[in-house]
């Protein structure tokens, strides 16, 4: 470069002519104006600008060229204060300005230069806000069609000094080697900073200390092109070592301030990359190139620092892999378990005094995978950090339980002399942060810890290790337990022991408030299950259940007093949500009622508690029904029950439940819901019923349960082994062939089971629904043959009803009689042995003898006396008044002709037209 530089300089001198601040339009079509530092006469900065900027548009045609040439050490800066050149950007097919800041001498040529953009539009928005050059050069291009123009643009330059650019040993462009031995203190910046950086760059900063020393950078200012969470274009690589093999501290981009970054030892390396063809605004595919100019990428700014004096990070006595510094950090240690490891761990330099100025954080992890869950207990053994309690504020040693970083985190800090309790972390992870920014001499603090395996149960772990839990009654009245690492999936191929023990006085109540073990299609013994025993008091668990599935258990009660243990195993490969469920140790919260009951071959009824009221919370019911022969069974039937719940995948009787043991030895079927007409029989001579409800049971109807004491006959032969018919001395149902005590006979309870009412329907009297007595049940023939009798009566009303009609209207067809005939009217009685007599009317029509005369009534007692009736025959009445008061006469006396008024009424003479007489007989019965 310097070798070329007279000739470079003889053909400026050439073209000295055309330069002065602000160079004139050399001719023709092309305009090219140059800004030499070296021959300028003013100091800059200066403005450049299109062709008579500010007094016109600039014209059409035209190609110029604007060459900014600084002297050897300087750099140019450039900034556009006004834009607006004809276009939309990103194509900018019309008019434009290309700007090349990465030209390495004059003789390079245009193709070979990268191109920091292309440019057109209105406003400065997506221009960059600030270009430095790469070198002492800077180049733009302007060009404009024969079609419209604007206003063109204008800007302001100047020429900077290039030595912060340089530090250390300068291999290229922006590779450097920094020796504390040249440079104990000083600052990194990107090649263009406070400007736009370019694309395309590879740079490296290595910076090499003394032995013994380490070395300290901060961030300045930080502002790199986001590209995503990895960093993926634009990027600052830190690497704890002198070359790129060492170890990652941090890949950094986007923006940040003030962070500060330690190396381990007396090395580091620093690498910058900005990824290649990212600007790219000529290619037409590319819609968001310019988008890269709104985008503030000023680079870094870097301050370093080599000392001996740094504090050493604090490491466990016990040392091992899993104990590290980390990587960046002044002081900041990690401690990974490696299963239940252990180990002391002290401040830097102890038991010398604590460096003041220092931050240090310790971050104890246990384990935490499908498998495994640990916590960490830390206990103090030496501790002086100054400051009072409790505010501490010439320094402190915080803790976080939750293993959570920030500010007001904490849940506890410590400072003076008093030695803080014993800790143990909420979860896998616990924080403590030693800060001494305003202290004075101390010596720290030495502690123990210890990774303790956890399943994330409450209660009390008498093994560590072990997933088995205790809890007393002493020591819990009540709480939850659950599956491990729930609400989270629990391990497979893990078992887990629950192991409850209330008082003398006392009973455990489990109710059930999340379940979950997977869906199954077989036995719950091929299943992840849970398996819930009791302690008897001859020191031997029994099975009260197992359950499985989805589908939740009912609330479970103890016995009195006994210990009770619920096991929970998973299988290998299988994983899912788990349960939890609460426990409570009771005594007179628990409503108790139900009662031993003794048969004598007969049964009962049993109501729920509080019937016909809703059950109520915290009930517990037992019964057991013990049948009068060791030989005979019990028989219960659910005739009315309603029991919050669903017995499905998914519900389940969570909040009540009822138990049917049919052998006390073997766990009992769980009921809720609706259930109607359901039926069970004991194996033996014992059943129980065993009715639970929880703390949030709400109350429905309940139930009614009719217990029957049965022997089994045969159902083919009938065969029984009493004595009686069909071996049965009592009833034998008709469907189940059950022999019932006779006495539950009628009884208005179903005691047969299995929808066999046999018991309550042949020949058990019904209520009357006139009288509201209790009358005889009829048999089925009976009711056959009353069928029959009344569809016979039925017919033969229905024939009387047609025949009444037809003579109703055969006598209205009749023509009426002559005015002048007579009417007889005989009373015909039957013998005293019918139950009807029959009556004869004999109409007499008298013949006309040419005249109208007078008629009257004669009346012939045909029988002188009235039969006489027997005890049972009951008297027809004739229906019109005077008829039956005439035969009641006739039965007397012989009517007169003439009759007075005292004994009968006269009728009229009507005259009538004479005619033969018909005679019409009728038989009334």
């Known amino acids: 470069m310097e070798r070329m530089l007279p000739r470079e300089t003889c053909w400026l001198l050439w073209m000295l002519y055309l330069t002065t601040i602000y160079l004139t339009q050399t001719g023709g079509q092309d305009c090219r104006y140059i800004f030499n530092n070296s021959l300028l006469t003013t100091v800059s900065p200066g403005i450049f600008g299109t062709p008579g900027f500010g007094s016109r548009k600039y014209p059409v045609g035209r190609r110029c060229h604007y060459i900014f040439i600084g002297k050897p050490d300087e750099r140019v800066e450039m900034k556009f204060t006004k834009f607006n050149v004809q276009g939309v950007a990103p194509l900018c097919q019309f008019d434009y300005l290309d700007i090349y800041a990465e030209v390495s001498d004059m003789t390079q040529p245009h193709i070979d230069t990268p191109l920091l953009g292309r440019f057109c539009g209105e406003g400065t928005d997506r221009l960059p806000n600030l270009i430095i050059s790469t070198s002492n050069i800077i180049i733009l291009d302007f060009y404009s069609d024969f079609d419209k123009a604007d206003d063109g643009f204008e800007g302001r330059y100047r020429f900077i000094n290039d030595s912060i650019y340089n530090f250390g040993q300068k291999k290229n462009l922006c590779d450097f080697v920094i020796n504390s031995t040249e440079q104990r203190l000083g600052y990194i910046v990107s090649p263009t900073y406070p400007g736009m950086y370019p694309d395309n760059l590879h740079c490296s900063y290595t910076l090499v200390g003394k032995i013994g020393q380490r070395i300290r950078i901060k961030f300045l200012d930080f502002s790199l092109f986001q590209g995503g969470d990895y960093c993926p274009i634009d990027y600052v690589l830190i690497h704890d070592g002198g070359s790129s093999k060492g170890e990652v501290i941090g890949r950094f981009c986007g923006n940040y301030k003030d962070v500060v970054i330690y190396s381990s030892e007396n090395y580091l390396s620093i690498i910058f990359r900005t990824q290649s063809g990212r600007i790219d605004s000529l290619n037409a595919d590319n819609l968001e190139g310019d988008a890269d100019f709104l985008y503030n990428r000023r680079g870094f700014n870097i301050s370093f620092e080599f000392s001996d004096k740094f504090v050493k990070p604090a490491f466990s006595r016990a040392g091992g892999d899993h104990i590290q510094h980390i990587k960046g950090t002044a002081c900041d240690v990690r401690i990974s378990s490696k299963k239940r490891s252990f180990g002391t761990l002290t401040s830097p330099g102890y038991?010398?005094?604590?460096?003041?100025?220092?931050?240090?954080?310790?971050?104890?992890?246990?384990?935490?995978?499908?498998?495994?869950?640990?916590?960490?207990?830390?206990?103090?053994?030496?501790?002086?950090?100054?400051?009072?309690?409790?505010?501490?504020?010439?320094?402190?040693?915080?803790?976080?339980?939750?293993?959570?970083?920030?500010?007001?985190?904490?849940?506890?800090?410590?400072?003076?002399?008093?030695?803080?309790?014993?800790?143990?972390?909420?979860?896998?992870?616990?924080?403590?942060?030693?800060?001494?920014?305003?202290?004075?001499?101390?010596?720290?603090?030495?502690?123990?810890?210890?990774?303790?395996?956890?399943?994330?149960?409450?209660?009390?772990?008498?093994?560590?290790?072990?997933?088995?839990?205790?809890?007393?009654?002493?020591?819990?009245?009540?709480?939850?337990?659950?599956?491990?690492?729930?609400?989270?999936?629990?391990?497979?191929?893990?078992?887990?022991?629950?192991?409850?023990?209330?008082?003398?006085?006392?009973?455990?109540?489990?109710?059930?408030?999340?379940?979950?073990?997977?869906?199954?299609?077989?036995?719950?013994?091929?299943?992840?299950?849970?398996?819930?025993?009791?302690?008897?008091?001859?020191?031997?668990?029994?099975?009260?259940?197992?359950?499985?599935?989805?589908?939740?258990?009912?609330?479970?009660?103890?016995?009195?007093?006994?210990?009770?243990?619920?096991?929970?195993?998973?299988?290998?490969?299988?994983?899912?949500?788990?349960?939890?469920?609460?426990?409570?140790?009771?005594?007179?919260?628990?409503?108790?009622?139900?009662?031993?009951?003794?048969?004598?071959?007969?049964?009962?009824?049993?109501?729920?508690?509080?019937?016909?009221?809703?059950?109520?919370?915290?009930?517990?019911?037992?019964?057991?029904?013990?049948?009068?022969?060791?030989?005979?069974?019990?028989?219960?039937?659910?005739?009315?029950?309603?029991?919050?719940?669903?017995?499905?995948?998914?519900?389940?009787?969570?909040?009540?439940?009822?138990?049917?043991?049919?052998?006390?030895?073997?766990?009992?079927?769980?009921?809720?819901?609706?259930?109607?007409?359901?039926?069970?029989?004991?194996?033996?001579?014992?059943?129980?019923?065993?009715?639970?409800?929880?703390?949030?049971?709400?109350?429905?109807?309940?139930?009614k349960i009719t217990w029957t004491e049965v022997h089994q006959t045969n159902p083919l032969t009938g065969s029984q082994t009493s004595s009686g018919k069909n071996g049965c001395r009592g009833f034998t149902c008709k469907i189940t062939k059950y022999c019932i005590d006779e006495s539950l006979k009628c009884n208005g309870l179903p005691n047969c089971g299995d929808s066999d009412r046999s018991d309550e329907e042949e020949g058990c009297p019904t209520i009357d629904p006139v009288t509201g007595q209790l009358g005889p049940q009829p048999g089925k023939f009976e009711v056959l043959h009353i069928a029959v009798g009344a569809s016979i009566s039925s017919f033969f009303c229905v024939i009387l009803v047609v025949c009444g009609f037809y003579h109703r209207k055969r006598f209205r067809n009749n023509p009426k009689p002559p005015d002048n005939d007579q009417v007889e009217v005989r009373y015909v009685a039957a013998s005293s042995s019918n139950n009807t007599a029959d009556r004869l009317l004999a109409v007499d029509h008298a013949g006309e003898n040419g005249s109208h005369k007078s008629s009257h009534i004669s009346v012939h007692n045909t029988t002188p006396k009235l039969p006489n009736r027997t005890p049972n025959q009951v008297p027809k009445h004739i229906k019109n008044p005077s008829i039956e008061k005439i035969s009641q006469c006739s039965s007397q006396s012989s009517f007169s002709p003439s009759l007075t008024s005292n004994q009968s009424p006269k009728i009229a003479s009507i005259p009538r037209t004479s005619r033969t007489p018909r005679i019409q007989k009728v038989s009334i019965v």
């Open 351 to 703: 038991p010398s005094d604590v460096p003041p100025n220092v931050t240090c954080n310790y971050y104890l992890d246990g384990m935490r995978n499908r498998k495994v869950l640990e916590k960490v207990s830390i206990s103090f053994k030496d501790f002086e950090v100054p400051g009072q309690m409790p505010y501490c504020y010439e320094g402190y040693l915080e803790v976080n339980l939750k293993g959570t970083l920030g500010v007001g985190a904490f849940d506890e800090r410590f400072c003076g002399s008093l030695l803080p309790p014993n800790l143990t972390s909420e979860d896998s992870r616990m924080i403590l942060t030693l800060d001494t920014h305003k202290s004075r001499s101390s010596r720290g603090f030495s502690s123990t810890y210890q990774f303790i395996t956890d399943f994330g149960i409450s209660g009390h772990s008498p093994e560590d290790g072990k997933c088995i839990f205790l809890y007393i009654s002493r020591s819990y009245k009540e709480g939850t337990f659950n599956s491990p690492y729930y609400p989270q999936e629990y391990p497979d191929n893990t078992k887990c022991e629950y192991i409850f023990r209330p008082a003398v006085s006392e009973r455990l109540l489990i109710s059930f408030h999340a379940f979950d073990l997977g869906r199954t299609r077989g036995p719950c013994h091929s299943s992840d299950n849970i398996l819930v025993d009791q302690h008897d008091l001859k020191g031997n668990y029994t099975r009260i259940n197992t359950y499985c599935g989805t589908q939740f258990p009912g609330p479970i009660v103890g016995a009195l007093g006994q210990e009770v243990r619920v096991v929970f195993n998973s299988r290998i490969g299988s994983r899912h949500a788990g349960f939890q469920a609460k426990f409570e140790f009771l005594n007179t919260r628990l409503r108790k009622c139900g009662e031993n009951i003794t048969s004598f071959g007969g049964g009962g009824l049993i109501k729920s508690p509080g019937s016909p009221e809703k059950y109520k919370s915290y009930s517990f019911c037992q019964w057991i029904i013990k049948a009068s022969h060791r030989k005979n069974n019990i028989l219960v039937i659910f005739e009315d029950f309603h029991v919050e719940g669903k017995e499905q995948e998914g519900a389940g009787c969570k909040n009540a439940v009822m138990r049917v043991y049919q052998d006390l030895h073997q766990p009992g079927k769980e009921l809720c819901g609706k259930q109607e007409n359901q039926f069970f029989l004991s194996i033996g001579e014992y059943l129980k019923l065993e009715f639970v409800t929880s703390s949030r049971a709400l109350g429905a109807k309940g139930f």
